[in-house]
């Protein structure tokens, strides 16, 4: 089936698919698109995130970025010292500013590849700023910055090539890489949904994902369920939006959710996953772009009325975004089951 092909080539998902792991003082994360922060937080200081990001293309740019409580005082600079070393200085009004998730971000590549390499080889980085409540130097460990970024490498595919951060070799890039056209491989069948002005997927923002991010599986012998990227949503959000194919016809799936006001239904999950052997989809719509807060939903593929479609088996909410991590979500408010439900 030409789908299959389109969805294997689309998005490879490595067995870790989860893509976030911890290493010592250093977090990796990295969304279905494959593009991955390296980054380390300190939650005791205005600038409670320092972090490294790179998309998934071979030739992607890797960018230094910072989250911070205050904004920059206008006219300071933002200095970085590996052990003690001062290694790179940025005026304030070189970062690009997102004050929406208070993110300021810098790409000039010979400067934040040097930086990036100093952290390779140094334990301790201290990051001197100031904002209006005066100047404020924050201390970052090292430890862990080296096998982080090896698994960056692992999960974009750069092992052992020259484009790697850590696991660096002589393999050049692929010069073809990324160069398939996704949106002429949508299945005609579902053409309707990413084409046309108001089609439901079809708003990227003005660029496609390349490649487009999805995944097929047969629950049947007669069906198919389809999870594509629809449309765009965010820096470190992506929506995916579910179909059943049943003889070339496909059908949009709702996902149950709880809401306050009781069973609710959506037409997408955020950052989704599918585990094909326990045949479950996991959402994870981030409250900000380091994943301490938001939503994880997870859906069973299930027998629904007279055919299949998702069953919601856990919902869990955390609304602060307070830079603790808890990869077993226990610590997370759990909406679904409800409390004292075994099922």
Known sequence: MALAGLLATAMPLPADASQFKRIRDVNVSCNDALRCDLFITNAR?????????RAAA????????????????????????????????????AFSYRAAISEYSYANQDEVRALFGAT????????????????STAPYSLSGVVAGAIFMDEVQGRVGR?????????????????QMAAMDAVPAGLRRYYEGEGAPCADFDGTVPDPLGGFSADI?????????RCGSGGAYNAPFAFWTEIDGTYYRLPLPVMTDDGPGAVMVAWNAIWDAEARQVTSFFKGRGIGDCGTVTSWNVGEV??????VLAEMRVKDECDGVFDETLE???????AAGDKS
Do not use: N
Not at 45 to 53: D, E, H, N
Not at 120 to 135: D, I, M, W
Not at 305 to 310: A, H, N, P, R
């Open 45 to 53: 200081v205005t600038l409670f995130t320092v972090g490294f990001r």
């Open 58 to 93: 071979f030739d992607a740019p890797v960018a230094l970025y910072m989250t911070m409580r205050e904004p920059l005082a206008a006219g300071s600079d933002v200095r970085f010292s590996i052990d003690g070393a001062e290694v790179l200085t940025v005026p304030s009004g």
């Open 120 to 135: 390779k080889a140094g334990e301790r980085l201290q990051v001197t700023f100031r904002t209006r409540s005066g100047q």
């Open 162 to 178: 020259e484009d790697a951060l850590a696991a660096i070799g002589a393999v050049p890039a692929p010069a073809d890489e990324g």
């Open 220 to 228: 049947d012998d007669e069906v198919r369920l389809v999870g594509l």
């Open 305 to 310: 009325g007279f055919g299949y479609g998702f």
């Open 331 to 337: 610590s997370w408010e759990r909406v679904w089951p």
